[in-house]
């Protein structure tokens, strides 16, 4: 007799929700929907996953996202038709760009009205199809536990990535005895011996070294393994854009981040290096300054490149020694391979550790600029915050104060989306303090960027996610502002931005909250906020004419 003949009766709403638990789902962020009250039924008995309901589609799928960049697990995220697919899109683009792995649920009109643009009616393969590894629809209730399964396993596969799964509404009302799939255990692909011996001996044989990290899902172990490596050969470290967090930034390898705002000595080294060993990362756009350090198809450089999915090897750069793996499997067997005594690099990495201490060393206070100097809150973060605190932002300039002053010191701390997508920071900290409850989070945003979402204060306190927010007030979209000065000067156009009473605005959803407007006044604020021991908000007034840590506008 099989499963499903002895398998109880249940809706396929209720399948749907007996496979998240199955596959460990911990946490859904949604914002509801009628068509979806079934699995919102079957989630009112499921004790074991907590429902989160954001005040927006879009800080909903952030969430999501964060959440899976912080467990390396698909994050999930629940909309209805129509609009709430259209407000998550962000969090799958996010999703896309980042290499993280996600699930969005879709509530979609019912099978027999497909075609008639009935009402909120959205083709989700055609809206979805660029940006998601897989759309799919299920529409047969008989086969909700395998489509489950492979939503899952297609999210963390090879480059992790969203999947958007689209349900009819009257399919989730229909009966199933299809028992659950359980999920897949995937085994991490080997390096080969010679493959490790090849790129050991490029490295031997190298003069200027530099070994470049980066992608997704890395964890304690890869990032321990790393540590490992570099430490015993010696070897130069750069992070890719918003993967800080890889290594310890105190680290005597660490010599900085490719980034917007990058140091001038890095960019430099990344362009005289004689060998790069890329693991991880997709060596994007950012990370190469326009692809302009690296020659495009073949670099200058001898090119080793591991990224755990092929079709990312020679996507843009054409590597000497391409490596199909895991970063903590080929760091693993890195480990065993003899290091060199006498490196003939090590003056090569200690001239690059010395410029970046003294890139992101504290320096007096710039007496030009009017307000909070964002570099002060930036150290005194470092300072004060213990190794494991998590530190959320989303895109624009005062990021790049964040990003040269703030050192990470553990994995799995840095949440920012390499898409640069404003409004990530609050939903991303919302997350974040809901997964670690017992860590320090703080969201540091520009006032542009925490005008996306500011409602989803009343989200933390709703469900009681202690986070602090510091919001960089310069009364404008300070990036677009620098470029259309420098394009366009003296006409501003469409660049000022009028906020709220900002402390005011945090105070109404129940949050302890200051203005603060000197750097010298920053430490006590923030340790208050800190004492408050639930959602803060700290406003910086800053100077808008400070545009970077470096650049001021006439």
């Known amino acids: 007799m099989s499963d499903s003949m002895n398998a109880p009766s249940r809706t396929a709403g209720r399948a749907l929700v007996a496979s998240l638990r199955t596959h460990g789902v911990e946490r859904v962020f949604c914002v509801p929907g009628e068509s979806y009250l079934e699995v919102l039924d ?32 698909p994050g999930i995220c629940m909309v209805t038709r129509g609009p709430g697919a ?73 480059r992790p990535g969203p999947v958007v799964v689209s349900l ?40 200027r070294p530099l070994v470049i990290v980066g992608g997704s899902d890395w964890s304690n172990e890869g990032c321990a393994s790393l540590r490992a490596f570099v430490g015993a050969w010696n070897l130069p470290v750069a992070c890719s854009f918003r993967r800080q967090d890889v290594l310890d930034n105190t680290n005597a390898q660490y010599i900085g981040h490719l980034s917007l705002g990058m140091n001038p000595a890095l960019k430099r080294m990344v362009a005289e290096a004689d060998v790069i060993l890329a693991i991880g990362t997709r060596l994007g756009d950012i990370a190469t300054d326009a692809y302009t350090l690296l020659n495009v198809p073949q670099p200058r450089q001898r090119l080793i490149h591991c990224h755990r999915d092929a079709r990312e090897l020679g996507r ?24 060199p005594r006498a490196p003939a690099w090590s003056g090569w990495a200690a001239q690059g550790r010395a410029a970046f201490v003294a890139f992101t060393s504290a320096r007096p206070e710039n007496p030009e600029i009017r307000g909070v100097d964002l570099t002060q809150v930036m150290l005194h973060l470092t300072e004060t915050l213990p190794d494991n605190a998590i530190v959320t932002n989303g895109a624009g300039n005062y990021s790049v104060w964040l990003h040269r002053f703030y050192q990470y010191r553990a994995p799995r701390t840095e949440l920012a989306t390499t898409c640069g ?23 540091v945003a520009g006032d542009g960027c925490f005008m996306m979402y500011p409602q989803e204060l009343a989200t933390a306190v709703e469900y009681g996610a202690s986070l602090i927010v510091l ?12 470029h259309q000065e420098r394009d366009y000067p003296g006409r501003v156009s469409g660049t000022s931005l009028k906020g709220p009473d900002y402390p005011a605005l945090a105070r109404s959803f129940g949050a302890h909250a200051e203005r603060v407007t000197t750097a010298q006044d920053f430490p ?26 470096d650049k001021r506008m006439a």
């Not at 080997?190 to 190298?206: C, D």
């Open 86 to 158: 259209t407000h998550a899109s962000i969090g799958v683009h996010i999703a896309q760009q980042d290499s993280t792995p996600m699930i969005l649920f879709v509530g979609q009109i019912a099978r027999g009205h497909k075609g008639r643009d009935a009402f909120q009616e959205v083709d989700y393969q055609q809206m979805f199809g660029g940006i998601a590894k897989l759309v799919m629809e299920i529409d047969d209730p008989e086969r909700m536990p395998e489509l489950m399964a492979k939503a899952f396993n297609a999210a963390v596969a090879g």
């Open 42 to 73: 079957a989630l009112y008995d499921e004790k074991s996953i907590e429902l989160i309901v954001a005040k927006h589609e879009g800080a909903a799928a952030n969430m999501a996202e964060a959440d899976g960049k912080l467990t390396g697990r």
């Open 316 to 339: 843009v750069y054409r590597p000497n020694i391409p490596v199909q793996a895991d970063a903590s499997v080929l760091l693993q067997e890195l480990n065993a391979a003899e290091a």
């Open 421 to 443: 997508s404003m409004g990530y920071g609050l939903p991303a900290a919302i997350a974040a303090a809901l997964q670690h409850k017992d860590r320090p989070v703080v969201c």
């Open 471 to 482: 919001v960089a007030n310069n009364g404008m979209y300070g990036t677009i502002r620098m």
């Open 524 to 549: 006590a604020a923030f340790a208050r906020a800190r004492a408050a021991g639930s959602v803060a908000l700290i406003e910086l007034v800053t100077d808008p004419l400070q545009i970077t840590p």
């Open 168 to 207: 009819p509404e009257d399919m989730l009302t229909e009966q199933t005895t299809v028992p659950d799939c359980a999920p897949l255990t995937m085994q991490a692909p080997a390096v080969s011996e010679a493959t490790t011996e090849a790129i050991a001996q490029a490295l031997r044989a190298a003069q």
